[in-house]
């Protein structure tokens, strides 16, 4: 079965530092998102991609965060300059071109920022 | 605004018991509706959906679900509970149109199946 898959899986960053999260959508799904979940707290949306923009961000989403598909099967999440509080895990989900697809969800990716 | 309330943290039930995982809305446009389930170590699974039509929904693993426009709820049901349905499970609504995607989650509760 198709998924989504996420890379690292964990990642110790020092505060300032830049990171780069990885996700492999399925292949023929056209919309990404990102989401995080700080450690206690619910599940939030950050960004929503599609046809090679964003769609929609949340506002969590500010200059610090940059969401890029460079080449046609990744998609990845970069963070600038990393903040304590920046520390949660974070998801990447897709679905297909049709209008009430599911959301395919990835394992995440579980940041900690020292 | 959206929001997505789970009245129960934690849900402790003993095997083949039924449960019901309860979820509250608000929202002041039509929302669609959506059970996920993670289990540990794992991504967010969908269980079912609700977008319109019928009321009562039927998701995998023998779940199923009832949209109460009135109440404003969606509350999760299952008749007979297994270990394996050990998890967190998770309420959310999006919007429709361009919105659809942007999921609004509950805090999720934590379902526990003793033996």
């Known amino acids: 079965e198709p998924e989504v898959t996420q890379t690292p899986s964990h990642q110790v960053t020092q505060m300032g530092q830049e990171v780069i999260l990885r996700c492999v959508p399925i292949?023929?799904?056209?919309?990404f998102y990102w989401y995080r979940q700080i450690l206690g707290q619910k599940v939030e949306f950050l960004v929503s991609?599609?046809?090679?923009?964003?769609?929609?961000k949340s506002e969590i989403f500010d200059d610090q965060f940059s969401v890029e598909r460079p080449d046609g099967s990744n998609f990845t999440l970069k963070i600038r300059s990393t903040k304590l509080e920046d520390s949660a895990m974070y998801f990447c989900?897709?679905?297909?071109?049709?209008?009430?697809?599911?959301?395919?969800f990835g394992e995440g990716s579980r940041l900690t920022v020292l | 605004a959206q929001s997505v309330t789970q009245l129960d943290s934690q849900v402790p039930v003993f095997e083949e018991a039924p449960v019901e995982l309860r979820c509250n809305y608000s929202?002041?446009?039509?929302?669609?509706l959506f059970w996920y389930v993670q289990y540990p170590n794992q991504g967010l699974q969908l269980l079912l959906k609700?977008?319109?039509?019928?009321?009562l929904v039927k998701g995998i693993n023998g779940f199923e679900a009832e949209f109460n426009k009135s109440q404003t709820s969606f509350h999760l049901r299952k008749p007979s509970v297994h270990i394996s349905d050990t998890a967190e499970y998770f309420c959310?609504?999006?919007?429709?149109?361009?919105?659809?995607?942007?999921?609004?989650f509950g805090q999720g509760t934590i379902l526990t199946v003793h033996p």
């Open positions: 989900a897709s679905r297909p071109s049709q209008h009430t697809g599911e959301l395919f």
């Open positions: 292949s023929n799904h056209l919309y």
């Open positions: 991609f599609y046809n090679n923009e964003i769609s929609e």
């Open positions: 929202s002041s446009v039509s929302v669609y």
């Open positions: 609700y977008l319109s039509g019928s009321t």
């Open positions: 959310a609504v999006s919007g429709s149109g361009g919105s659809y995607g942007k999921l609004t």
